[in-house]
């Protein structure tokens, strides 16, 4: 006897946490300290320095293991330098190249 799938229907409301501000940190002192920020949807992007952090207003880091960061959909860098480079097309440019100094933005 199929019966079929019963629905529910009503309604819901959903919430989305803002992203959160992680540091990994390494036992081996050869390797400093990484920074990452993660979208709601699970997305990390880099931070290259606290500087950076700063201007984003982000601050105070939790601490995230590398084993689960790494399984997350990587972004681009958050970074001043990263943000001044041009692009001809939305998709990844395998070639981008610096905004010519003059230019509306440009240091």
């Known amino acids: ?7 529910i229907h ?7 946490d803002g992203g959160k501000f ?14 990452y920020y993660i979208d709601p949807q ?3 992007y880099g931070v290259p320095n606290a500087e950076t952090a700063k201007s984003l207003g982000l601050s105070s880091p939790q601490n995230a293991p590398w084993e689960i ?3 997350l959909v990587d972004g681009p860098v958050l970074s001043k330098d ?9 998709p990844a440019d395998p070639s981008p190249r610096k905004v010519p100094a003059g ?3 440009a240091p």
Do not use: C, W
């Open 22 to 35: 992680v540091a990994l940190q390494s036992p081996d002192p050869r390797y400093t300290e990484s920074m």
């Open 42 to 44: 699970g997305v990390r």
């Open 103 to 105: 230019a509306s933005g």
């Open 10 to 16: 009503g309604t819901a409301t959903v919430y989305l």
């Open 69 to 71: 960061v790494r399984l």
């Open 1 to 7: 006897m199929n019966m079929g799938i019963k629905q």
């Open 82 to 90: 990263a943000a001044l480079l041009e692009h001809d097309t939305l």
